[in-house]
Nanobody, 121 residues
Framework: QVQLVQSGGGLVQAGGSLRLSCTAS????MGWFRQAPGKQREFVSA????????LYSDSVKGRFTVSRDNDVKTVHLQMNSLKPEDTAVYYCAAAELGGWKAKEFQSYKHWGQGTQVTVSL
């Protein structure tokens, strides 16, 4: 059974940094999505199995960096210059290696448990 285990997140002041991690039990393309209260889930970032491509939403480009260490099947999302509007529950997600559409949540078959990120003023 596929498992995704997330870690990281928490509370930080605006301008601060946090790192999210997600460990998968198998090889996948990986994505990060977030959902704020009352809003739809939105794409944040994605990284292919081989470490490429690396994709970002316009709202986080230049502030967030996605990376992966395939030796330990872990993907990281380094979040810098955080803003209050980044506050959300963040989910990692895993997509099968074929037919991957990185920015579409329907493309992801497996999801992590979610972790809260709160950015205060």
């Amino acid at each position: 059974q596929v498992q995704l285990v997330q870690s990281g997140g928490g509370l930080v002041q605006a301008g601060g940094s946090l790192r999210l991690s997600c460990t998968a039990s198998e090889r996948f393309h990986m994505g990060w999505f977030r959902q704020a209260p009352g809003k739809q889930r939105e794409f944040v970032s994605a990284i292919g199995w081989i470490g490429a491509p690396r994709l970002y939403s316009d709202s986080v480009k230049g502030r967030f960096t996605v990376s992966r260490d395939n030796d330990v099947k872990t993907v990281h999302l380094q979040m810098n210059s955080l803003k209050p509007e980044d506050t959300a529950v963040y989910y990692c997600a895993a997509a099968e290696l074929g037919g991957w559409k990185a920015k579409e949540f329907q493309s992801y078959k497996h999801w992590g448990q979610g972790t809260q990120v709160t950015v205060s003023l």
